[in-house]
């Protein structure tokens, strides 16, 4: 059987992701929650329009995922100043407060992957990834 790239890269995202998971599950988010949370934090206040562009998503998508957050208590969806038809997105306190303890936990992830993979593999991994 020819492997499929695709789909060994789907299922090693799978397992990295899970891990990432586990890790943050006490703080009841996942880590594409996580991630979309930091790129908020840095984009803030963001339209979703142009977030969704930044995280290479669907507007529907992230609507979507805007709106768990928003049920969370994490963001806060307004209107943006130039345009009041566009939807914008921003951290709330809580939502920052909850960045401020995910960090650590991200930050030791970081450095399990690292260790588990070792500098080369993790140097050949980012080649990788950047050449896709």
Known sequence: MNRCYSMMLREAARRVSSIYDEALSPLQINIAQFSLLRRIERLQPVSMTDLAQSAQLD??????????????????????????????????????????????????????????????????????????
């Open 59 to 132: 507007r529907s998508t992230i609507g979507r995922n805007i709106k768990v957050l928003s049920r969370m208590g994490l963001v806060e969806t307004g209107r943006a100043d130039r345009d009041q038809r566009e939807a914008t997105v921003g951290l709330t306190g809580a939502g920052a407060e909850l960045l401020a303890r995910a960090g650590p936990i991200w930050d030791q992830c970081q450095r399990d992957m690292e260790a588990r993979l070792g500098p080369i593999k993790i140097t050949a991994l980012e080649d990788i990834l950047r050449s896709i």
